[in-house]
C-alpha cells in the first residue's frame, strides 16, 4: 500500500514513514502543501496523511483542490488539538477521518489501516477470502487455521490484492505499491513473487489476465 504523508514538522514525518515502513507500507514524504498537491495529481496513492497546518499552501486548500479534481483517495487530516474548527473544514471539504496533534501511533496506524479496509469494502482488520484470513494487524495470513510462511514482500502482495480483491492489477501498480522505493522490479522478479505467493497460499487464490495483470478472487 502507497501512503503519502504530509507533515512540515520533520521529525514526525520521519517517525511515520518508519512505523508505517515496518508495517509494510511503500511509504513517501512531502514537507509543503505545493508538493503535496503536485504528488496528489499525479500520482497513485492508496492513502494520504494530511497535516493541515502547512508551508507554501495550507492542507485545507490541498484537501479541497483534489477533492475539485475528482480524486477518491482516503484522506486522514491531522490537526492541533485545539483546531476544532480546522476538523469541522477539512471533513466538509472531504477528508474521511481526522486525529489531533499530538497523536499516539498506535492510534495513527488503527485508523489509517480502517481507511483503507473501508476503501476495499472490509469492515474488519482480518481480510477473509474463502478459507484465507489475512490479518492485517498481525502482519500474518493464515489458510484452514495454519499460518502460512510468507516473507514481507509476499505479505505485502497478498494484503494489496485482497484489499482490492475482484479489481485486476497490473505489474506497474505491483511494483509502485508494493515495493519498496529503492527496488525497482522488473516484470520477472514480480512474476517470480507472484508464483512463490501462488504456491503459498493456493494457485486458484490469484488469477491471470494475461496482458493486464493478476486479481484475486474469492
Given at each position: 500500500?502507497r ?10 514525518a ?6 508505517l ?10 514537507a509543503d ?12 496513492y492508496?492513502?494520504?496523511?494530511l497535516?493541515?497546518s502547512l508551508?507554501?499552501?495550507d ?6 483542490r483534489?477533492?475539485a ?7 486522514l ?8 474548527l480546522q ?23 488503527a485508523?489509517?489501516g480502517?481507511?483503507?479496509?473501508r ?13 484465507l ?6 502482519l ?30 497490473s ?13 525497482e ?8 513473487l507472484?508464483a ?7 494457485g ?5 489476465r494475461?496482458?493486464?495483470g ?5
Amino acid at each position: 500500500m502507497r501512503i503519502l504523508v504530509v507533515e512540515d514538522e520533520r521529525a514526525i514525518a520521519v517517525d511515520v514513514a518508519e512505523v508505517l515502513r515496518g508495517l509494510g507500507y511503500v511509504v513517501e514524504i512531502a514537507a509543503d502543501g505545493e508538493d503535496a498537491w503536485f504528488r496528489g495529481s499525479t500520482e497513485d496513492y492508496d492513502a494520504i496523511i494530511l497535516d493541515l497546518s502547512l508551508p507554501k499552501l495550507d492542507g485545507l486548500s490541498v484537501l479541497q483542490r483534489l477533492r475539485a479534481e475528482g480524486m477518491q483517495t482516503p484522506i486522514l487530516v491531522l490537526t492541533a488539538r485545539s483546531a476544532w474548527l480546522q476538523r469541522v473544514e477539512g471533513i466538509d471539504a472531504g477528508a474521511d477521518d481526522y486525529l489531533t496533534k499530538p497523536f499516539h501511533m498506535e492510534e495513527l496506524v488503527a485508523r489509517l489501516g480502517a481507511l483503507l479496509r473501508r476503501a476495499g469494502g472490509h469492515a474488519k482488520p482480518v481480510l477473509e477470502i474463502g478459507d484465507l484470513h489475512i490479518d492485517t494487524r498481525r502482519l500474518r495470513a493464515l489458510r484452514d487455521g495454519r499460518a502460512i510462511d510468507l516473507t514481507p514482500l509476499e505479505f505485502r502482495l497478498l494484503r494489496y490484492l485482497a484489499l482490492n480483491k475482484g479489481r485486476v492489477i497490473s505489474q506497474f501498480e505491483i511494483s509502485e505499491h508494493v515495493y519498496q522505493q529503492d527496488k525497482e522490479p522488473d516484470s520477472n522478479a514480480i512474476e517470480a513473487l507472484v508464483a512463490r505467493l501462488r504456491r503459498k497460499v493456493g494457485g486458484e487464490v490469484i488469477a491471470t489476465r494475461r496482458g493486464h495483470g493478476y486479481v484475486m478472487e474469492a
